[in-house]
């Protein structure tokens, strides 16, 4: 059963930074392509960044390209979301998802690709 535990969410001014980590268990994690997904409030699940399994692929949405990097240890279990220059409109809570690939370089961008959820991290940026 895989297991996904984000932390790192909080308060941080518009122009700051926070890093998000995801661990999984339960099963291997280099088995694994990655997501990060956000919902803010009255909204869509939207796509922010993913991963493929060997962190050689990665792609982003628009709305977070050149702000935000994903990131992974295979090492540690952990995925990571550095986010820089943070806005207000990045408020939302964000999810880590995973989902099993037989390809290195495989990396899913829809929700509806992914089996494990964690239960999300809140971030809020204030203006």
């Known amino acids: 059963q895989v297991q996904l535990v984000e932390s790192g969410g909080g308060l941080v001014q518009a122009g700051g930074s926070l890093r998000l980590s995801c661990a999984l268990s339960?099963?291997?994690?280099?088995?694994?392509?990655m997501g990060w997904f956000r919902q803010a409030p009255g909204k869509e699940r939207e796509f922010v960044a993913a991963?493929?399994?060997?962190?050689?692929?990665?792609t982003y949405a628009d709305s977070v390209k050149g702000r935000f990097t994903i990131s992974r240890d295979n090492a540690k279990n952990t995925v990571y979301l550095q986010m820089n220059s943070l806005k207000p409109e990045d408020t939302a809570v964000y999810y880590c998802?995973?989902?099993?690939?037989?390809?290195?370089?495989?990396?899913?961008?829809?929700?509806?690709?992914?089996?494990?959820w964690g239960q999300g991290t809140q971030v809020t940026v204030s203006s």
């Open positions: 998802a995973a989902e099993l690939s037989y390809r290195s370089a495989t990396i899913y961008s829809s929700w509806n690709e992914y089996d494990y």
């Open positions: 339960g099963r291997t994690f280099s088995s694994y392509a």
């Open positions: 991963c493929s399994r060997s962190g050689i692929a990665t």
